[in-house]
């Protein structure tokens, strides 16, 4: 049989985790090849972007690529993947979530500061909410780039520290000092290796659905229906995390104001059935208890 063509972006942390895709595959007897996607621009495509469905800023050269059969299979970090996927592209496996939490990682001049103290780096809204819910005066620059180039600019920039994710630090094997931050709730599946693929291809999704870590399924798709019943197409401070304790499912999740003043929060424990939308349910408690409104103000502020 061919090899699996598995689609990445070319940062090291996206090959990292095209090759524990290419791992779990070949566990299971299957041949793999990485394909690595620099940026393929709109080469090819004899239809606008967005008449196709394609949005992401990190997916789109993978969505282009498995339309164009370049690629079998894409791999994502499903963070970074639009709740609303492509015409004919479908999540087919999501691998088990290892680290969805976020942690501060500061330079050494800022050792000794609390954290009140701290001139955080850091341009995810929902970061700089939830850490201004707590430590409300705190200092913020914007910064951007792979996790290399982040903690590279933390060195040489007028700042104290950053928030990353953990599950990049821990694949990224980075010996590097850094502190839990319980304050926080993950963005809507942090930490998860997501895989999609082409509609068209029913045998090779139905290979690649056999890697599929069926719990991180039910949690994640918990997160990202919460997430798309608030947001309606716009990014705003919005926290969610499920896991499965024993029988039953814990659900954490807020939306903020963008200086984290004003938070809905939701926090549940409930028995899963496959037939409830319950992300959607705890999404739409939250409309009705002043989310619809602060939505709407998030929305005329970004
Ligand atoms: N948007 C950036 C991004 N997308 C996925 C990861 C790491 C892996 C993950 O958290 O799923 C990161 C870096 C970060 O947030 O620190």
């Not at 793999?32 to 949005?55: A, C, M, R």
């Not at 939490?101 to 800022?110: C, F, H, M, P, V």
């Not at 549940?268 to 709407?296: I, Q």
Request: glycine content about 6%; overall charge negative.
């Amino acid at each position: 049989m061919k090899s699996i063509r598995i689609g990445t972006r070319n940062s090291a942390l996206a090959l990292w985790q095209a090759r524990e895709v290419a791992r779990h595959l070949q566990n299971n007897n299957y041949l793999t090849e990485i394909v690595p996607i620099v940026s393929s621009g709109d080469k090819n495509l004899n239809q606008p972007l967005y008449s196709l469905g394609i949005t992401g800023v990190f997916t789109r050269d993978l969505d282009i690529a498995l339309l164009n059969d370049e690629i079998d299979i894409a791999v994502h970090s499903l963070k970074d993947v639009p709740t609303q996927l492509p015409q004919n592209i479908e999540m087919i496996a999501y691998l088990e979530r290892d680290y969805p939490q976020d942690i501060l990682i500061r330079k050494e001049s800022a050792r000794n500061k609390e954290f009140h103290e701290l001139k955080l780096a850091t341009s995810s809204l929902r970061r700089r909410a939830f850490w201004l819910r707590n430590y409300p005066t705190t200092d913020f620059s914007d910064i951007r780039g792979n996790i290399q180039t982040r903690l590279q600019k933390l060195e040489d920039g007028n700042f104290d520290a950053t928030i990353l994710s953990l599950a990049g630090i821990k694949r990224m094997k980075m010996e590097i000092d850094y502190e839990m931050l319980p304050l926080m709730i993950s963005a809507p599946s942090q930490g998860v290796i997501s895989v999609a693929g082409h509609t068209d291809k029913p045998e090779i999704n139905e290979i690649v659905r056999q890697i599929n870590h069926n719990p991180t399924q039910i949690c994640v798709e918990i997160e990202r229906n919460f997430l798309s019943t608030l947001e309606g197409g716009c990014t705003a401070p919005i926290g969610a995390f499920a896991e499965i304790i024993g029988d039953q499912i814990r659900f954490k999740a807020a939306l903020c104001s963008l200086d984290g003043k004003n938070c809905i929060a939701v926090d549940e424990n409930f028995v899963y059935t496959p037939t409830e939308n319950f992300g959607e349910k705890f999404a739409k408690v939250v409309l009705e208890n002043g989310g619809k409104e602060l939505m709407a103000e998030i929305k005329s502020q970004i």
